[in-house]
């Protein structure tokens, strides 16, 4: 049971846990929970740490509750922010906290079979069933002033100038009965965080000791950060989320394949559940020869598998292939239309109406006025470089520039146009 920490520990997720939790592990079957904020209908990879963490818990054979914050998600998390954010309605909330679970279903267990089966649990459920009056009484007594201010997360915004509002104030007030309610019903003694939490939780077990006499521990886990001291889990469009809809498995593919290789050694322990030999292999093999980005390659693929599909990570494959190595005509007509326009996302468009093409009666002719020079400057020149071997249609070599126009289009309205060997033109007939 306490193979969970060591597990953490050589994966390079452990950062602080309180005094006597090893103990409390080999007792057997512990619970835990770890928290969620609700603000999008989606999780990103920032979330993942936390999920892997839940993850790891449950193989170790005890059981995950993941906590959607329906209610705290109301308030906003003061810890590290420069400045409060925008509140949500319950009904936007709810919508957010059933996308979650969907997601979160694809790494924990939630079938009803097993003991230490995952149980998603929302704090709206037990807080909307507090007054004011009654919250302050009953919880904010056992809660000094001095103590929450003492908190590093208080004390920054407060330093800072921005000020500090008494609904946010209020948050690790609202989060710690948070634990002691999973404490008193659900027998759930640990909280896992992020270390940006450890106020946060610390201010549950203390809430526990004060109001119900018992013992709680705390396990948070480092902050990912990238080599390059960016923030990980950004790129140039924004964050990288789990929902396909948000970030499509292609783009989700290659930020994990892009990641650098002194970040890739660190990812594959926190964001995979290779085992220690399996990886410390993959290392050798990498570094004997880096070129191949053998690390970066099996990060991408475990994720995307994890998060989407064995379908979207073959799929991804198959377009990365398309646009930096070699492919054929057959693997650019599988693609979908969303992931066929991300990977060619950003070259030169033009449209044709489809009854002008479908007239065209030489593949010359349509390098001409029809495509109004984006693709060719000239007939001409068109002709000089088919003749040379340097155009291709549809990943299809053009041999003849008498020849007649493909009838097969992508997605019933695309044309792939190669001119050398980096320059792509879409040509969409309508």
């Avoid at 027998?187 to 203390?206: A, F, K, P, R, Y």
């Avoid at 995307?304 to 007509?333: N, P, W």
């Avoid at 992508?410 to 050398?420: E, M, P, T, W």
Wanted: aromatic content about 10%; some cysteine.
């Amino acid at each position: 049971m306490n193979s969970f920490i060591e597990e953490l520990r050589w994966r390079g997720m452990l950062q602080d846990m309180t005094p006597e939790l090893s103990e409390h592990l080999e007792k057997g079957m512990a619970s835990a929970y770890l928290g969620f904020d609700p603000t999008a209908d989606s999780l990103h990879i920032g979330h993942l740490v936390g999920v892997m963490t839940l993850l790891h818990f449950q193989r170790a054979g005890h059981k995950p509750f993941a906590l959607v914050g329906g209610a705290t998600g109301m308030i906003g998390d003061p810890s590290f922010k420069s400045a409060e954010r925008n509140l949500l309605d319950k009904a936007t909330l709810d919508h957010n906290v059933a996308s979650i679970q969907k997601q979160l279903s694809k790494f924990l267990d939630f079938s009803g079979g097993t003991q230490n089966r995952a149980e998603l649990v929302n704090n709206y459920d037990w807080m909307s069933q507090f007054s004011f009056l009654e919250f302050i009484r009953d919880v904010g007594k056992h809660i000094t002033v001095n103590y929450m201010m003492a908190k590093d997360s208080v004390k920054r915004r407060l330093e800072d100038g921005n000020g500090l509002s008494f609904t946010e104030f209020s948050y690790q007030l609202i989060q710690g009965y948070d634990f002691y309610h999973l404490w008193k019903n659900q027998n759930c003694s640990i909280q896992l965080g992020g270390s940006d939490q450890w106020g946060n939780i610390v201010t549950g077990t203390e809430l526990i000791r004060r109001m119900g006499g018992g013992s709680a521990y705390a396990l948070t886990v480092p902050l990912i950060t990238k080599a390059d001291g960016t923030k990980f889990g950004k790129t140039e469009g924004g964050s990288v989320w789990l929902d396909p809809e948000k970030t499509s498995p292609y783009a989700f593919y290659q930020f994990w394949l892009n990641v650098s290789d002194e970040d890739a050694s660190k990812y594959i322990r926190i964001f995979t559940i290779l085992d220690q030999d399996t990886i410390e292999n993959l290392e050798k093999e990498h570094q004997a020869a880096p070129h191949l980005r053998i690390l970066q390659k099996e990060i991408a693929k475990q994720v995307t598998i994890m998060v989407h599909s064995q379908s979207d990570y073959e799929m991804a494959v198959k377009a990365s292939e398309i646009l930096f190595g070699k492919s054929s005509t057959e693997d650019l007509a599988s693609l979908d239309e969303r992931t066929f326009l991300q990977v060619f996302e950003g070259v030169p468009q033009v449209k044709i109406p489809k009854t002008e093409y479908d007239n065209l009666e030489t593949v010359l002719d349509l390098f001409g006025d029809l495509t109004q020079g984006v693709i060719f400057s000239s007939k001409g020149e068109a002709r000089k470089m088919i003749q040379g071997g340097g155009v291709s249609i549809n990943k299809e070599k053009l041999i003849d520039f008498a020849a007649a126009p493909t009838r097969h289009l992508l997605q019933d309205k695309y044309l792939l146009v190669q001119k050398g060997k980096k320059n792509y033109f879409i040509v969409e007939v309508i």
